[in-house]
């Protein structure tokens, strides 16, 4: 298991300030990757218990809202593993701060029953489609991608887009309120 780099102030990969993991290794390569330098699943650095400690010890600031991971794939089999472990580190460390990670896999179909989903508050799925590309579009860089309540998705047994959630909630609807662990920015 191994990653790219990590970034100690993110604000561009999640709301907030953010501590960063881009995970080196991806099969997708999809064109136009705004990270094609993970994509070799040799570069990079060995991703360890120390490399868990560095990210946790970088985000006990309280001004870094949360942790994003990014790729490379973090959902790809040969990083499931090491994703899941910070994940979950992170989670039992800083449960009032949120995870975002960026997948080519879709959540519906190929990691619904993954345990990492249980650490994950907002997951952005789907492989970047260059013939989709939208600059101005909010934490994903094609149409096809979605940004995924996780957390209400599992409860529910059906995709929850962060989306749908504010449209609810400009409209007065009762539910819309409901991003508990994603800061109100939206």
């Known amino acids: 298991m191994r990653y790219n780099t990590i970034r100690k ?8 300030v953010r501590v960063s993991v881009f995970m080196q290794g991806c099969a997708f390569h999809c064109k136009n990757c705004f990270n094609p330098n993970t994509w070799d699943f040799e570069g990079g650095k060995e991703f360890n218990e120390e490399t868990i400690n560095e990210v946790l010890d970088l985000s006990s600031k309280d001004y870094i809202k949360g942790l994003s991971i990014l790729g490379g794939e973090p959902m790809h ?3 499931i593993e090491a994703t899941t ?16 990670v960026w997948s080519g896999f879709q959540f519906d179909k190929d990691l619904k029953d993954k345990e990492v989903l249980k650490y ?3 997951l952005v799925d789907g492989q970047y489609v260059d013939a989709l590309h939208n600059p101005t579009l909010k ?4 149409s096809n991608q979605r940004v995924i309540d996780v957390k209400e998705s599992l409860a529910k047994k059906t995709i929850i887009q962060i989306w749908q959630k504010q449209e609810n909630r400009n409209k007065g609807e009762a539910n819309g309120d409901r991003l508990k662990s994603v800061p109100e920015i939206f």
């Open 9 to 16: 102030m993110d604000i561009s990969n999640g709301p907030g």
């Open 77 to 79: 089999p040969n990083n």
């Open 85 to 100: 472990k910070l994940a979950k580190a992170f989670k039992e460390k800083y449960p009032n701060k949120n995870i975002w």
């Open 120 to 122: 994950i508050d907002v």
């Open 139 to 142: 934490w994903k860089g094609s």
